[in-house]
């Protein structure tokens, strides 16, 4: 029952299931089908659209994580964002052997962790870049300097990750 409506009205209520051939993981292990994203696409396109929840998530606990350190705790911004992006790279390494990618190249998670980070090495490199130009040589706020940093480094994080990890 939710919200006074009985188990009567449900049974009434039409619905449609889709199956697919090929399972996909949505938001659930355990679901055996995804009629969602199986509409979408290939198996690339729903790795694609799980990254991008999955950034959308570790941004979040990035941008809120570089906000805190800076405008509470006063730590230079690019100290903070350097932090901040290693929290988030974190949270979408998990996301990424959890539930995103359907391959691993590495049956050795240390090196896989290793090479991961080597790639997100090279965003954080350019994230530090982007706040800093943005920042110091044009005078865009630092939040806003991340906003404009997310799309370059989403971007080359995605593509190698995807090339050379989980193909």
């Known amino acids: ?6 188990s009567e009205l449900e049974a009434s209520l039409p619905y449609v299931v889709l199956m697919t051939e090929n399972p996909d993981i949505v938001t659930t292990p355990e679901m055996e089908s ?31 994580s570089l906000w805190l350190l800076t405008s509470f705790f006063g730590w230079p911004y690019l100290v903070s964002g350097a932090v901040a992006f290693i929290l988030g790279l974190s949270i979408v390494y998990w996301f990424s052997i959890a539930w995103v990618f359907e391959h691993r190249n590495f049956t050795n998670q240390k ?7 080597g790639i997100g090495i090279t965003g954080l490199i350019l994230n530090e870049a982007a706040l800093w ?35």
């Open 1 to 6: 029952m939710w919200c006074g409506v009985g």
């Open 34 to 64: 995804s009629p969602t994203l199986a509409v979408l696409g290939s198996e690339s396109s729903h790795e694609f659209i799980r990254y991008t929840v999955a950034s959308a998530i570790a941004f979040a606990v990035d941008t809120c």
């Open 133 to 167: 130009f943005l920042t110091s040589v044009v005078g865009v706020h630092y939040l806003i300097s991340k906003l404009a940093s997310v799309a370059l480094v989403f971007t080359w994080n995605f593509g190698a990750r995807k090339l050379y990890l989980f193909r």
């Open 111 to 117: 090196a896989e962790f290793a090479f991961f980070a």
